[in-house]
């Protein structure tokens, strides 16, 4: 059993607005640098995706904001506007109920909006580092008053190659600042940054092997590139997941295998940084509201996101290294529940194969199974076994917020966009032969 916050000497405003929505206990990563971020020392934690980080630094900062100063006194900076948005909305859940102000600032957003908006003198700002910038040069933001700074997800920022910006915002902020790292690997790069910004800094380590993984049952499928999409529709079928999502490594990558999903009657849609701010809240909105049942992305979704009933995630395209493995699985098994993660290589692919399961330091289960349907053929045209008499129902924990079944009720219940082509999708053609008949008869759709 956890710590409870309340021994954390959390305050009590704070305590019960978590009670509230159900948080009690800290986890780890929290019950480690909540009392060192409080201290006011600078800090490394390093901890994986998905084990509390969000509020092992928002809950410390909230308690020293000084409701009544009209000036920003936190900036908490992340690489991608999925993860801004997601810590936005938990600052805004927590800090509106104690009087703490707090902004989103990130690309795609209306610039004229943002400048009202700050125009109301919020207390913490959450941004990418590309719109923060852009601020700081038309002079419609201060951060100078900001004595508290988080970087978010600071190695995957860094390579994103975000160094300069990074420093740039740091130069803005106030020079007694507490600075705080937040990542799951802690390259050169951040401790080389760390010399430069930060003042004995405290290192915190979560070990990852009991946080994340654990809960994640890890298969290595064995395929060949002509093949793969009969293998990802034969095992959509058999597991019938309650949430999927399935991780290319390119764009057009992406858009290919959520086409050749849609062709076959399966509702997934696409995520990737080509779609607008508005096109890509939609889509998460839609897959959370579990009226997608797969998510077709790119690794921009494997950071920050947290996403409740993400029951199986598939690794169409090996990761090249284990941090990007780690980042993409983590999707799923979050928070104690249990989840399955399906990686497909080929015998060319075998090296990533190793890095990955020294980077774990684990031996990953390879598993060949042998299809008893053929692979596209639709659930409803075959004889359903015990287990396809039910879609995929979401874990305990999910049970009290969300249906019983899924809004997608199940696999294979078809979207508008592919009943055009669902009989050209039954026939055993090759992967590049059905993309090709499905692009003459499907129309592009509105995203």
């Given at each position: 059993?956890?710590?409870?916050?309340?021994?954390?000497?959390?305050?009590?405003?704070?305590?019960?607005?978590?009670?509230?929505?159900?948080?009690?206990?800290?986890?780890?990563?929290?019950?480690?640098?909540?009392?060192?971020?409080?201290?006011?020392?600078?800090?490394?934690?390093?901890?994986?995706?998905?084990?509390?980080?969000?509020?092992?630094?928002?809950?410390?900062?909230?308690?020293?904001?000084?409701?009544?100063?009209?000036?920003?006194?936190?900036?908490?900076?992340?690489?991608?506007?999925?993860?801004?948005?997601?810590?936005?909305?938990?600052?805004?859940?927590?800090?509106?109920?104690?009087?703490?102000?707090?902004?989103?600032?990130?690309?795609?957003?209306?610039?004229?909006?943002?400048?009202?908006?700050?125009?109301?003198?919020?207390?913490?700002?959450?941004?990418?580092?590309?719109?923060?910038?852009?601020?700081?040069?038309?002079?419609?933001?201060?951060?100078?008053?900001?004595?508290?700074?988080?970087?978010?997800?600071?190695?995957?920022?860094?390579?994103?190659?975000?160094?300069?910006?990074?420093?740039?915002?740091?130069?803005a902020t106030a020079r007694d600042r507490q600075t705080m790292f937040f990542s799951a690997t802690i390259p050169d790069r951040i401790k080389g940054l760390s010399?430069?910004?930060?003042?004995?800094?405290?290192?915190?380590?979560?070990?990852?092997?009991?946080?994340?993984?654990?809960?994640?049952?890890?298969?290595?499928?064995?395929?060949?590139?002509?093949?793969?999409?009969?293998?990802?529709?034969?095992?959509?079928?058999?597991?019938?997941?309650?949430?999927?999502?399935?991780?290319?490594?390119?764009?057009?990558?992406?858009?290919?295998?959520?086409?050749?999903?849609?062709?076959?009657?399966?509702?997934?849609?696409?995520?990737?940084?080509?779609?607008?701010?508005?096109?890509?809240?939609?889509?998460?909105?839609?897959?959370?509201?579990?009226?997608?049942?797969?998510?077709?992305?790119?690794?921009?979704?494997?950071?920050?996101?947290?996403?409740?009933?993400?029951?199986?995630?598939?690794?169409?395209?090996?990761?090249?290294?284990?941090?990007?493995?780690?980042?993409?699985?983590?999707?799923?098994?979050?928070?104690?529940?249990?989840?399955?993660?399906?990686?497909?290589?080929?015998?060319?692919?075998?090296?990533?194969?190793?890095?990955?399961?020294?980077?774990?330091?684990?031996?990953?289960?390879?598993?060949?199974?042998?299809?008893?349907?053929?692979?596209?053929?639709?659930?409803?045209?075959?004889?359903?076994?015990?287990?396809?008499?039910?879609?995929?129902?979401?874990?305990?924990?999910?049970?009290?917020?969300?249906?019983?079944?899924?809004?997608?009720?199940?696999?294979?219940?078809?979207?508008?966009?592919?009943?055009?082509?669902?009989?050209?999708?039954?026939?055993?053609?090759?992967?590049?032969?059905?993309?090709?008949?499905?692009?003459?008869?499907?129309?592009?759709?509105?995203?």
């Amino acid at each position: 059993m956890g710590i409870k916050f309340a021994e954390l000497k959390v305050s009590e405003t704070l305590c019960d607005i978590l009670k509230k929505n159900g948080i009690v206990e800290a986890t780890p990563v929290q019950e480690e640098a909540i009392p060192v971020v409080r201290s006011g020392k600078d800090v490394i934690v390093q901890a994986q995706t998905g084990t509390g980080k969000t509020l092992a630094f928002l809950l410390p900062i909230m308690e020293k904001i000084k409701i009544n100063a009209p000036a920003v006194q936190a900036l908490i900076v992340t690489p991608t506007r999925e993860l801004t948005i997601q810590i936005a909305k938990v600052a805004a859940k927590i800090g509106d109920e104690a009087g703490i102000k707090s902004l989103a600032i990130y690309g795609g957003q209306d610039v004229d909006r943002q400048i009202q908006k700050l125009g109301r003198n919020p207390h913490i700002i959450i941004g990418t580092p590309g719109r923060l910038l852009d601020h700081l040069r038309r002079k419609t933001i201060d951060l100078s008053t900001a004595n508290k700074v988080v970087l978010d997800e600071a190695d995957e920022m860094l390579h994103m190659g975000f160094l300069e910006e990074v420093e740039g915002l740091l130069r803005a902020t106030a020079r007694d600042r507490q600075t705080m790292f937040f990542s799951a690997t802690i390259p050169d790069r951040i401790k080389g940054l760390s010399h430069h910004y930060m003042t004995n800094p405290v290192s915190i380590e979560i070990k990852a092997e009991h946080v994340t993984l654990d809960e994640i049952n890890q298969i290595i499928v064995n395929t060949e590139e002509d093949t793969k999409i009969d293998k990802l529709c034969g095992f959509i079928n058999e597991y019938q997941p309650y949430l999927a999502m399935v991780f290319c490594h390119t764009k057009k990558r992406v858009a290919d295998v959520a086409m050749a999903l849609a062709g076959r009657g399966y509702l997934a849609d696409e995520l990737h940084g080509d779609l607008s701010q508005s096109q890509r809240t939609l889509v998460l909105k839609r897959f959370r509201d579990a009226k997608l049942q797969i998510l077709v992305a790119t690794d921009i979704a494997a950071r920050g996101l947290d996403i409740e009933g993400v029951t199986h995630v598939f690794n169409y395209d090996v990761p090249h290294d284990a941090e990007a493995y780690i980042h993409r699985i983590g999707r799923t098994g979050r928070a104690g529940e249990k989840g399955t993660a399906i990686t497909f290589v080929n015998a060319r692919q075998h090296e990533y194969l190793r890095m990955i399961e020294k980077g774990i330091q684990s031996r990953l289960q390879k598993q060949k199974l042998e299809r008893r349907e053929k692979p596209g053929k639709e659930i409803s045209q075959r004889k359903p076994s015990e287990a396809a008499k039910k879609p995929g129902k979401p874990s305990k924990k999910y049970a009290a917020n969300k249906p019983k079944t899924a809004e997608h009720g199940g696999v294979n219940h078809r979207s508008s966009r592919s009943k055009a082509v669902v009989g050209k999708a039954n026939n055993p053609t090759s992967f590049k032969g059905k993309l090709g008949a499905k692009k003459k008869t499907v129309k592009r759709r509105i995203r």
